[in-house]
């Protein structure tokens, strides 16, 4: 899961996804911001939003996504146009390129940062949609190839 400094939308979309997939899978989120912290913690709303939603994302922590993450990763899901970009900036084959998409097809998840906490609702509602979804997709594909991760 990719935003911009991952600490907002990013940390949430890991939570929410996480919490419909069994441990088998890997869900981590990162950003794309040059001068980022890495390290810091989740924004307070959405760890609010989170444990609104029986979730703790505050132990959660920062970091940059590197063209690592395009090799280590199967899927890479980004939060807006921007992001989307940055993230094929980084890759360097077209297999890397087929791993990353935009999280909601053909949207995008606003920025909640300079919001009120009912974006922050809003954006939950967003990636919990989003992420019920990729869920699903995820579970039938194990169902038909048994033993692939």
Known sequence: MVCLGN???????????????????????????ENMNPGKSP?????????????DISSQR????????????????CMDKK???DVKSLASHEDQLQK????IEDGEVPDPFWSEMEDF????????KASEKIAEELKESVLKEPGKK
Request: hydrophobic fraction near 40%; charged fraction near 30%; include cysteine.
């Open 7 to 33: 600490i907002c939308r990013s940390p949430l979309a890991e939570g929410i996804l996480k919490s419909k997939l069994s441990e088998d899978f890997t869900v981590e989120s990162a950003g794309t911001l």
């Open 43 to 55: 924004d307070s709303r959405s760890v609010e939003v989170a444990k609104d939603h029986g979730m």
């Open 62 to 77: 920062s970091q940059k996504l590197t063209a690592k993450y395009l090799e280590d990763y199967d899927m890479i899901f």
């Open 83 to 85: 992001n989307l970009e």
């Open 100 to 103: 990353i998409s935009l999280l």
């Open 121 to 128: 609702d809003k954006v939950y509602q967003m990636l919990d």
